[in-house]
Every structure is written in structure tokens, then in C-alpha cells.
């Protein structure tokens, strides 16, 4: 049904005629620009050329680097690269959607090759190997594969894809054995914990540990995407720690982190989303674009699942306070300093994408529009490749991070123009 609704919006919708450019001196300018389909692919493409490593395919740190060895060598985060691989994905349903065969067939092949690399990489999905070089040792790490993969599963049906998610939604829910953590969900005051400490000898979490926004609503995201794929006459299992949940199994978990994260994570009034809670101290009010992000798919899917107006009605409060008061500055999404924060946008566009087009909310578009032009129209041209702060030009042959610029291609190929 999206795919549909994404050809005819692809179709129809118009593009607005203004977009932010800017000068040498990085003042932002306005002048008449729109952006086409033959853009969206040439920004996706020039992602790919600077900072995808063409040999291993996983993709780099930045452009500085010739090849992703590892963690400090050039390899981006390991949560940032099913990010990249959603981008892929989205990318093969583009142009499925336009009917180009060619494309089609080439993205299905990229999305095979992005997840082999990823494989080879990071210890065969082994989830239980927690070597902090090319394993796993965050909660919410592990979670935001359990999410692509199952998205992979649901728009492929590779059945390795539905194996590895539950795998990874069991590491996260109940812990290693292994590793001797005892999971991320806390089942004596419920929320999920970010990590556990010390990496290489576990101690139990405690009542005081932090309870991310990025471990939870990812984790409802989780719960309700392989709630939308796995099969419907499984039996509960009988194991403490089951390889596997039912649909109703997955629908329960998802509706209990939800409501715990409502409790204490989000602004009820203006549905700004608290990065963290500690115990029962008071939530840390600083609001970031992917945790509004994840608010806004976790609101939708349970929406989806359940037919609950409130979810729906919390996904759009979510996506308000995003648009009209952390974007207000230059009416444009922000841009975080730091290393890895520049993938907030990709994000973002994977879960605005649900709410406007799984829920109709397409008063978003203008503004989303509005990003991708002046974030295009400020690239290095001689690469194709944007930055992350949206409203300044970004000067040719730039070292960029592959996290900045991932922001504006995943935007284009989620909210493509009109011809």
C-alpha cells in the first residue's frame, strides 16, 4: 500500500518554487530552484561514490578515509549502517515505484551486497560477541538492526533477514548468557535500559541506569515491525529466554515500552521527547531529531496495529514540536555538532515517510521539500554530496562525515519530486 501511495504522491505532488542557496561566505540567499528525479539520483549516487567502500560495502566514516577497516579506521558506527542499508532499500522501492526495471534490479542487488558486507564485518550477526572493535556491546546498537533487518524481511522475504531480527530483539530483551548481561528490559519497574557495564564482565542493571529515549521507542519500533511479519499461528514458547515471540507477544512488548516511554519520556503538552530518565530522578529535556523520530514510527505503527486515535494523535504532536519548534531557526531541519548525530535526519525521513504516507498527514511535505531544496541546492557540486547544516553551501571536495551526508538523499528518495 505505501509503495502505491508513494508512486501517486511521486506523480502528483508538486514541488514549491523557493529554496535557501548560499554564497561563498555561507550567507544563506533565496533563489528559484526544484529539485528533479534525476537529482535524487545523483544525490544518492554521490553518497554512495564518497562514502560507501565499494569493496566491502559498509560504508565510511567520512570521505577522508580510502576504505572502512574497523571501528577507528574508518568504518562508521555500527548502529549508522542499517541506517545506510534502509537508504538502499528505499532506493530499490523508488524505482520500482517508477517502473525503471534497471534501477530496480540494481538496488535489489545493492541492498544483497550492503547486507553481506555488514555480515562479514560484524561477527556473522553474532549478537553474543561483545568485542567493542566489530561486535556488540549497546543495547540500542543491536536494536536498530533488529528494526532494518525486519524491514528487509517484510520488503524481501529472505527468511536469514526474520532469523536474524528475533535473534537480535532476544539478545536486547533478555540479555546473553554469553556475555552475562541480564537484557535491556527492566521487568521489576519496566523501560528499557541503554547498556550494560562493564562491557566485559556484566553487573545487573540498576534502579538508577539510564533509560534512553534511543533503546526505547527503537524498541517498540522492533516489537512492531516483526509483529507485522511473523506468522500468525505460532505457539507460545515455553523457554526463559525464547528464540522466538508470537504476533500477540510482540504486540504486548510494544504497547508496554510505549506507555512506559510516554510516562517518562515525553512532554505531554508540546510532545517534546526527553533524551533520558535515570531512575526516578527527572527526565533529561534534551530534545533530539531522532528520538522524535522514533517517537513518531513507534506512535504510528501502534496506530496501524491497533486503530487508537491516541497514537496517531501523539505521532502528529511529536512531528509538530519537530518541525515548528526545533526547526524553527532557519525552518529547516537542525543539525547537531558532533560525530555521529549527523544521521539524525535519515532517521527522521524513514518515520515522517510513515506518518505522511501510511496516515495521510501530508501537511509535513512543504517543509520536507523545503530541506531537501536548500540542502541540494548548497551541495558540493563537483561530488553531488550535501552537508548537514542545510542552509550553508558545503565547498567542493569538503572532507564530509557520512552521517551529515546522508541526510538530504534519504529525505529525496522517501519524498522524490514530482517528474
Known amino acids: 500500500m505505501k509503495s502505491k501511495i508513494l508512486l501517486a504522491l511521486t506523480l502528483?505532488?508538486?514541488l514549491s518554487a523557493t529554496v535557501c542557496a548560499a554564497d561563498d561566505s555561507g550567507k544563506t540567499n533565496q533563489k528559484t530552484h526544484a529539485y528533479t528525479n534525476e537529482d535524487v539520483w545523483a544525490?544518492?549516487?554521490?553518497?554512495?561514490s564518497t562514502l560507501l567502500d565499494s569493496n566491502k560495502y559498509i560504508y565510511k566514516t567520512n570521505s577522508s578515509y580510502p576504505s572502512a577497516v574497523d571501528r577507528g579506521n574508518g568504518a562508521a558506527a555500527i548502529w549508522c549502517q542499517p541506517i545506510y542499508w534502509d537508504m538502499a532499500m528505499n532506493a530499490y522501492k523508488l524505482a520500482k515505484a517508477?517502473?525503471?526495471?534497471?534501477?530496480?534490479?540494481?538496488?535489489?542487488?545493492?541492498?544483497?551486497?550492503?547486507?553481506?558486507?555488514?555480515?562479514?564485518?560484524?561477527?556473522?550477526?553474532?549478537?553474543?560477541?561483545?568485542?567493542?572493535?566489530?561486535?556488540?556491546?549497546?543495547?540500542?546498537?543491536?536494536?536498530?538492526?533488529?528494526?532494518?533487518?525486519?524491514?528487509?524481511?517484510?520488503l524481501f522475504e529472505n527468511d536469514e533477514y526474520l532469523k536474524l531480527s528475533e535473534a537480535?530483539?532476544?539478545?536486547?530483551?533478555?540479555?546473553?548468557?554469553?556475555?552475562?548481561?541480564?537484557?535491556?528490559?527492566?521487568?521489576?519497574?519496566?523501560?528499557?535500559?541503554?547498556?550494560?557495564?562493564?562491557?566485559?564482565?556484566?553487573?545487573?542493571?540498576?534502579?538508577?541506569?539510564?533509560?534512553?529515549?534511543?533503546?526505547?521507542?527503537?524498541?517498540?519500533?522492533?516489537?512492531?515491525?516483526?509483529?507485522?511479519?511473523?506468522?500468525?499461528?505460532?505457539?507460545?514458547?515455553?523457554?526463559?529466554?525464547?528464540?522466538?515471540?508470537?504476533?500477540a507477544q510482540y504486540l504486548a512488548k510494544g504497547k508496554e515500552i510505549y506507555e512506559w516511554g510516554v510516562e517518562n519520556?515525553?512532554?505531554?503538552?508540546?510532545?517534546?521527547?526527553?533524551?533520558?530518565?535515570?531512575?526516578?530522578?527527572?527526565?533529561?529535556?534534551?530534545?533530539h531529531v531522532y528520538n522524535q523520530a522514533t517517537f513518531i514510527g513507534a506512535?504510528?505503527?501502534?496506530?496501524?496495529?491497533?486503530?487508537?486515535?491516541?497514537?496517531?494523535?501523539?505521532a502528529i504532536l511529536g512531528a509538530d514540536y519537530t518541525v515548528n519548534v526545533?526547526?524553527?531557526?532557519?525552518?529547516?531541519?537542525?543539525?547537531?555538532?558532533g560525530i555521529e548525530q549527523g544521521i539524525y535526519t535519515a532517521i527522521f525521513a524513514e518515520y515522517i515517510a510513515m506518518l505522511v504516507y501510511d496516515c495521510g498527514q501530508t501537511q509535513y511535505i512543504p517543509f520536507l521539500k523545503h530541506t531537501i531544496e536548500c540542502g541540494w541546492a548548497n551541495r558540493d557540486k563537483t561530488r553531488n554530496v550535501c552537508g548537514g547544516e542545510y542552509h550553508k553551501k558545503l565547498p567542493a571536495g569538503a572532507e564530509i562525515d557520512s552521517y551529515s551526508a546522508s541526510g538530504i538523499p534519504a529525505l529525496m528518495l522517501l519524498f522524490p519530486a514530482r517528474k
Open 12 to 14: 502528483s505532488l508538486g
Open 43 to 48: 544525490a544518492y549516487e554521490g553518497f554512495n
Open 98 to 154: 517508477q517502473k525503471n526495471k534497471e534501477k530496480t534490479a540494481y538496488y535489489k542487488t545493492l541492498s544483497e551486497k550492503i547486507f553481506a558486507g555488514n555480515k562479514a564485518q560484524y561477527c556473522h550477526f553474532d549478537f553474543d560477541d561483545n568485542n567493542e572493535n566489530t561486535g556488540w556491546f549497546i543495547y540500542d546498537d543491536i536494536q536498530w538492526w533488529t528494526i532494518t533487518l525486519a524491514r528487509a524481511y517484510q
Open 168 to 247: 537480535s530483539f532476544k539478545r536486547v530483551w533478555y540479555g546473553s548468557e554469553k556475555v552475562g548481561d541480564t537484557g535491556s528490559y527492566d521487568k521489576e519497574n519496566g523501560g528499557m535500559f541503554w547498556q550494560w557495564q562493564p562491557i566485559r564482565n556484566p553487573n545487573p542493571n540498576k534502579p538508577g541506569d539510564g533509560k534512553m529515549a534511543c533503546i526505547n521507542f527503537p524498541t517498540v519500533v522492533a516489537a512492531l515491525t516483526l509483529f507485522n511479519n511473523v506468522p500468525k499461528n505460532r505457539k507460545e514458547s515455553a523457554d526463559a529466554r525464547p528464540d522466538y515471540q508470537t504476533k
Open 265 to 287: 519520556l515525553l512532554d505531554k503538552a508540546t510532545g517534546k521527547i526527553a533524551d533520558s530518565r535515570h531512575g526516578n530522578g527527572n527526565p533529561a529535556w534534551k530534545a
Open 299 to 314: 506512535s504510528v505503527l501502534l496506530y496501524k496495529a491497533t486503530g487508537e486515535k491516541r497514537y496517531l494523535d501523539n
Open 326 to 337: 526545533m526547526s524553527a531557526e532557519h525552518n529547516l531541519l537542525p543539525f547537531e555538532g
